[in-house]
């Protein structure tokens, strides 16, 4: 139990350092970083023969070999996923290092080797679960409700995992975009995937009816920084004019965005991250009001006039905060688009050279 409470505060940390984009506080390098067996609560309080036979279904990396998701088991993924961004975040926060594309590097293929060493059954899809009627991965011999309940964890636990591997890639990559500069080609991918699958669970509320919290903080840490950097992307097609739809198709990426919107608005005043949920809406809806209804262009004249010089939209990546969420966040919900299609004018933003 201390070690399953470490965890939950270590990988806290580093949830809230990513959005907020602040160094975290606690670092692996002067912690014990145990991880708990990967058993369900039920068997953490055997004793005896029972237990005994129980630690024979764990391999020698700690997992369970029946098979079976538990919280304990998405636990141990967020535990290890939290460990690379905690290596991110030093990369994105840290001072300018000639070798950061060399560590860059190495985070990924770290990456590549956890995600190979994991147990077969995380790595099956969660459309995969979501989307058959009678699920029965991870599951004993359980019946009526019991049984549905258990459905629903397992479902859960998976898009958790699913979730966090991939926001693990979204961040490295949106340290790329921010600290060296690269273009976003290989983080729009991503977005698109994250979101769509928080859109996927989203689709099945009713089935995640008893669990209605994890699917509002699915919405806030995964799906708001997915949405914003599509969002972004297409007001900058938008104002180029040059679409590129094999990357970003207009048309899905608007409809997806529009869903994700309504799921924020279902998203009440007396539930947690109701702020951040209404903030998110708000700006999404700006962005999209801006693509489908954009302003009368301005003479060239008055573009002229209205600044030499000015930074291109197309050039959004260096002064839009986009390693954190919190001010990505406000900057979706205040920067002044009209003047930004307009008169081709990025307004620089408080925050922006955090990472």
């Not at 509002?216 to 708001?224: I, Q, S």
């Amino acid at each position: 139990l201390r070690k399953k409470i470490f965890i939950s505060v270590y990988a806290r940390d580093k949830v809230v350092a990513s959005f907020l984009g602040r160094p975290p506080r606690l670092s692996y390098r002067y912690c014990k970083m145990d991880m708990p067996l990967d058993l369900n609560d039920e068997q953490l309080f055997e004793t005896g023969a029972e237990l005994e036979a129980t630690l024979k279904t764990i391999d020698a990396d700690g997992w369970n070999t029946c098979g079976n998701l538990n919280r304990n088991t998405w636990i141990r993924v967020w535990f290890l996923e939290c460990q690379l961004r905690e290596e991110i975040l030093e990369l994105a926060l840290g001072p300018q290092q000639e070798d950061f594309e060399l560590r860059s590097n190495g985070i990924r293929r770290a990456q590549e080797r956890l995600h190979a060493s994991f147990p077969g059954f995380m790595k099956i899809s969660p459309e995969e679960v979501l989307n058959v009627s009678e699920g029965t991965m991870g599951m004993e011999a359980h019946s009526g409700r019991r049984e549905k309940a258990m459905r629903q964890l397992n479902a859960l636990f998976l898009v958790c995992i699913h979730a966090g591997i991939m926001h693990t890639d979204f961040l490295l990559q949106r340290a790329l975009v921010s600290r060296m500069k690269t273009d976003t080609k290989q983080l729009i991918p991503i977005s698109r995937r994250l979101l769509k699958l928080i859109l996927l669970a989203q689709a099945k509320r009713d089935f995640f009816r008893d669990f209605q919290g994890d699917l509002v903080y699915l919405l806030t840490t995964h799906g708001l920084p997915s949405a914003g950097v599509l969002a972004v992307e297409l007001l900058k097609q938008e104002q180029s004019r040059q679409y590129a739809q094999d990357i970003l198709p207009r048309s899905e990426i608007i409809q997806d965005i529009s869903v994700f919107i309504s799921a924020l608005a279902a998203v009440g005043p007396g539930e947690g991250n109701y702020g951040i949920c209404n903030q998110g809406r708000r700006a999404l809806k700006r962005v999209l009001d801006m693509v489908l209804s954009p302003p009368a262009p301005i003479p060239a004249a008055q573009q002229q006039q209205a600044g030499d010089g000015a930074k291109g939209f197309d050039e959004m990546s260096f002064f839009m905060p986009t390693g954190n969420d919190a001010d990505f966040l406000q900057w979706l919900d205040t920067v002044e688009f009209d003047a930004v299609l307009n008169n081709g004018a990025m307004p620089a933003v408080g925050g922006a050279d955090l990472v």
